[in-house]
């Protein structure tokens, strides 16, 4: 073959390696191990964009590169199937959602292949595979015959906690459980029905049954996560979504939130992701301390008056109830002048008077159409409404009023908090905005109402026992009084919450339980035997809630547990399959484990992982989770399932506009090329990229393709003959017309050319904006490789001659270059480290084998297909290039034997020379002197002195 026809290449070896099984992997090896993962895909109908592969590519450079070095390389693909668009998609259409998946993973599937991307295709897993969730179920089924034991920090099986309870009951149990927990001895529970132990089990268990806030969507009959909520409204068609109490399976995830911090130290991850984790899981010491509810309409004065007396046995017969705040300064509590508490508090119906009930209703409801997440991130609005409630401070006695508002949320803390606004600046805003006292608390803010930083040094004023002490010194001084009068007690806390565990959906995995009525009446969970599993989606007619409100799988017919016993109709979310499924890849056809102990044992963990930074809070949270879960278990040898994470920058869309005249004939517009705009008024609309080439409009295409324009008698004032368009960097989406298919570059430049310039970009973790303008230079840096084996008249040119010196050193230099590039991940600069090697080896016209066959396995990562191409001629008929081991540059050849020495003159650097490295300084001054230009600048003046530093500089003094 003469010339290089990329799709005859690319094609030919796709072929072989699918043939040839090469990138197939075994479980067994003598070989280093080497995991390295990407974040599996859903199959969206659209298909990939260019956008998609960045990741896929830069995963494929490094495992092609480890496989080079000598490492056994796992490197699988799969897809995450699950998910709300497919339903959203078989309630439009009535095509049940396994079909439309399938359909998307083949041409995911299709895609991903013409990129040459080197998966060991038989792992594929796919989430929806009732032979992959079967596993996901028994994970669940594990998590619900769990407990967490925090004396040993780890979970246990819940039988260790029934034996604990026979002996010794459940007052010195550690462990995370209901809030309604009641306290019982072991006589109490060795007298008690198997049913009733069985419930109080449940009260313990890792995964768990309860009343959740929750973000519903009624328009899609389900509850969405945070991810799935923008602006108030489904991601997924935009309909409304709402706070809604609701009965939800959850995990006990804040059982490992210690552990979740701590993990972040052993991981290679980035400081700005760590960080996100960290703020959400959110750790606070402080002090937990209770609040009474006043009852009765008593002065603030006699309060004070009779709390003195009270306060040392805590009984206050005026309380009905009592508001419980957890805060991290507890030393401004003499500053607190109202409290707040989140509209969905157990307590706001009980404590709302019937003068505020419109006013509390109506905020309520307000409330119920912002999601958590829009909540927490508006800092600015301040909004709440009084319940007609006071509260008591349990330290001087100070009747203080009860607010609701929703930057206070009913799952972080306790879902209430005391308001110190002269201690911060959000309760200063709301003191403010609803005239409401203001305390100065420190001797730094005497005669003043401002809102100021309690934590600067000076001494407390207004504040009771604490007055005189510092910061430090009062905060230990409270916290003691709190436990000593039993109103609080030190606490540490954090902001993560309880995940819900439970979807109103039918696409996602059934959930491995049944129910069944208890002694009263109630209906209690209960877990399918293991021999049960899979239990499989059962068909239904439509995939839209019930007429009585009930979830999809309410539909389906004879959805029962033997003796009518029914099913949990809520399906799992889609971050159940994605918090495991690494696992799978190890042991993918396994029928009896999730995988077997010596599939895990040999990979253990994923070395790399690559993916968004839109999963820092979701998948990689919940994944960590499960990691540990299923290592206390002991199902898993390590704590951390992904070492090393990047997370690759988002390719961004190159839109173009065209520029129509306002006020023009409907039946003939007018559009004028970008340069000569500003002479009209106009209006910018998108133009799909796809037939723009160098920012030049093709405009019968343009006219073809818009229905708005078709027919009609359309102008264009066009520059130099020419439609310019208009350019701006966009998010890529098929609304902004700018989506560039993987497929079209592929067809027409090649997939080693997509490959190289999407590295070639920018660096891997930033965000860069595709042109499809610069991609002609990639391909003809291809063509000029393969100019190096054939020449325009496409004979080969290869000789078996001895290589030259200046040949070696940019071959040695290239290498020690690339090899340092890929395992710093810095892939756009070995881009440009192949392109200056093989321009100089151009102009030194290399024709020796020894050269050019080192260069092919150095670029086969990058550009797979031309490698195996180029490899296969060089005369290697037995061996892939994708087998070959990497080259190893040589001290030598990269060392250079000369060095440009900076010449100064009198201060100023006036020329450059170059010697040897290993040339004496008097032979260095005597070329220097004799030199024209440093003749010229000493302008015949005589020599001071001259000044050798090796290897640095040369000063000249005149």
Known sequence: MGEYSHREIEKKWQDYWQQQGTFRVSNESELPKYYVLDMFPYPSGAGLHVGHPLGYIASDIYSRYKRLKGFNVLHPMGFDSFGLPAEQYAIQTGQHPAVTTEQNITRYIEQLKNLGLSYDWSREVRTSDPNYYKWTQWIFTELFNSWYNHDSDKAESIETLTEKFSKQGNKAINAPHDEDTPAFTAEEWNSWTEEQQYKMTLKYRLTYVADATVNWCPGLGSVLSNDEVKDGVSERGGFPVIQKLMRQWMMRITAYAQRLLDGLDSVEWTDSLKEQQRNWIGRSVGALVKFDIWEGDVKSEDVKSEMGALLTSHILPFTKSSIEVFTTRVDTIYGVTFMVLAPEHELVDIITTAEQRGDIDAYISMTQKKSERDRMSDVKTVSGAFTGAYAINPFDGTKIPVYIADYVLAGYGTGAVMAVPSGDQRDWNFAKHFDLPIIPILDSQKGTETQADSTKEGKYINSGIINGLTFHEANKVLINFLEEKGIGKGKINYRLRDAVFSRQRYWGE????????????????????????????????????????????????????GSGNGHELST????????????????????????????????????????????????????????????????????????????????????????????????KPVFVSAGLRSEYEVSALHVDVNIVENDVLDVEKFKATRLDIAG???????????????????KMSKSKFNVVNPDDIVAKYGADTLRLYEMFLGPLDQAKPWNTNGIDGTYKFLRKVWRLFYNDLGQWVVKDVPAKPEELRILHKTIKKIEEDIENFSFNTAVSAFMICVNELSSLKCQSKDILKELVVLLSPYAPHISEELWSALGNEEGMVSKAPFPKWELQYVTDSVFEYPIQINGKVRVTLAFPV???????????????????????KALKKMVVVPQRIVNVVI
């Open 572 to 667: 799992m979310p889609g971050w159940a399959g994605s918090s495991w499924y690494w696992y799978r890849y190890m042991d993918p056809q396994n029928q009896n484990e999730f995988a077997s102990k010596e599939a895990i044992g040999y990979w253990r963990d994923v070395d790399l992982y690559i993916g968004g930074t839109e999963h820092a809070t979701g998948h990689l949270l919940y994944s960590r989770f499960w990691n540990k879960f299923m290592k206390d278990r002991g199902y898993v040898p390590e704590e951390e399932p992904f070492k090393k994470l990047i997370n690759q920058g988002m390719i961004q869309g190159r839109s173009n506009f065209v520029y129509r005249v306002k006020g023009d004939d409907y039946n």
């Open 918 to 940: 290993d040339k004496p300084a008097s032979e260095i001054e005597a070329e220097v002197l004799a030199n024209e230009t440093v003749q010229k600048w000493m302008e015949g």
């Open 510 to 561: 059934p959930v491995p339980v049944y129910y069944k009525n208890d002694s009263s009446g109630q209906p209690v969970p209960y877990l399918l035997d293991l021999n049960e599993l899979p239990l499989n989606l059962p068909e239904v007619d439509k995939y839209l809630p019930t007429e009585n409100g009930e979830p999809p799988l309410g539909r389906a017919q004879d959805w029962a547990h």
């Open 712 to 730: 009609s008698e359309a102008t264009f004032i066009l520059e130099d003959g020419k439609y310019i368009c208009g350019v701006e960097v966009e």
